[in-house]
């Protein structure tokens, strides 16, 4: 008789604060036992001698579009994809599905179809919009991470930017309620008055796009957002910050004792705007990529603790909506696609700037799982926690191309890139879902509800 039901041997383990080799036995999906040498049997042994064992990626921000759009991504294809990169659960933002998920019955419908096709486990953001503050409570109720809002334009008619006065008492009710509001932070005003500007002057290059989302439209979105939050008590995460400008008046925030964490994405950090104007729409995002001075800013706020976590906003489309020979730049979808490639992004720069890869995990899981409600199950590899790992060899090397890119859809800013690493295999609660190429799509995830008691 077996004494577990799998046993990783041998790999480097990557726990909070150091990285040290151990074995990890699991049963019933929880990881039940470490020490340097496990005795006793398991159904199933895994050797990992020589890489690394990576606590599951928790990718806070993802767009898939299911239902009304499942042809952009949807549970199936996205939760292949995040598994082949290393990632055990996933929030899927509320904005692209038809309904958005503004409402407890969208809630439950999206919940649903997940549970049926994802093979890791997921979490549902709800929405602010105009007119459903009076909706925030039952989608708290029905187990929502939190609530999301944009304070510029979506590009979406079916979820529309918050206004001041429905931010104002959407973080009224979400700080009732317990709950973070998660924001895209960039001025409407800015944004919409320069882009009519470069449209009058027929200006529609890369450089035009990005000179229509500068710095100045971030930071002043933050500093609003923070004079709200300051006034109602609400918790605040700013998604995809692209800049030390909005960045600092978050740390000062910090500072004064505010609720408010922060992430940002690989693409900021791996990309810049030399390459919108090499590749175009596939590059195209909101926030836009930044100068190459900005992204090495970026970085360096990165190393010096400044960003809570690493998120991949993954934001997929069909290749007419960005293909050049239909849309100008400024028309293109925006939106990098590319949730499959956080880990080894992150792990890359890791090894480009002598990171240590303990801070690699503290970015890609611990903070995200404390930040959300997550930490008694997820977020680090310790005994009583959900077997939810990532391994990870150092002596290959991973290039992005479409054939091994399985998101529903293949053009992507990271096809070409090259990482320093693999991601071998991924489990999740115990159970492979990603080995050496393919996916295990019998595999089903759970909808990781978060409820305040």
Partial sequence: MSDYDLIIRNGLVVFPGEV?????AIRDGVIVKIEYRLDGKAI?????????????????????????????EGFETGSQMMAAGGCTTYFDMPLNGIPSTIHRESLLEKGKIGEGKSIIDFGLWGGLVPGNVDDLEALAKSGVIGFKAFLSATGNEEFERADDF?????????????????????????????????????????DDYAATRPVQAEAEAVERAIAYAELTGCPLHFVHISSCSALDKIEAAKKRGMDVTVETCPHYLLFCQDDLVEKGAVAKCAPPL?????????????????????????????????????????????????????????????????????KVAEWTALRPAERFGLSSRKGKIMEGLDADLAIVSLEGNHEAVESNFFAKHKQSIYIGHTFPCQITATFSRGKMVYRNGEPFKSVHGEWIKVIDS
């Fill in 20 to 24: 040290r080799k151990a074995d990890l």
């Fill in 44 to 72: 199933q042994e895994y050797e990992a001698d020589g890489q690394y064992v990576f606590p599951g990626m928790i990718d806070v921000h993802v767009h898939f579009s299911e239902p009304g759009r499942v042809h952009w």
């Fill in 166 to 206: 429905t931010l104002l008492h959407g973080m009224k009710k979400i700080a009732e309620l317990g709950k973070v509001l998660a924001l895209h932070a960039e001025s409407d005003p800015i944004t919409q008055w320069l882009k009519q500007e470069k449209e009058k002057g027929g200006l529609f290059s890369a």
């Fill in 290 to 358: 930044r100068a190459g001075e900005e992204q090495e800013k970026l970085i360096s706020c990165l190393i010096e603790g400044k960003f809570d976590m690493i998120s991949s906003d993954h934001s997929p489309c069909p290749y007419e909506l960005k293909d050049p020979a239909i849309h100008n730049l400024f028309e293109a979808w925006g939106g990098i696609s590319g949730g499959q490639f956080s880990l080894m992004s992150m792990i890359e720069l890791a090894q480009s700037y002598g990171i240590p890869l303990y």
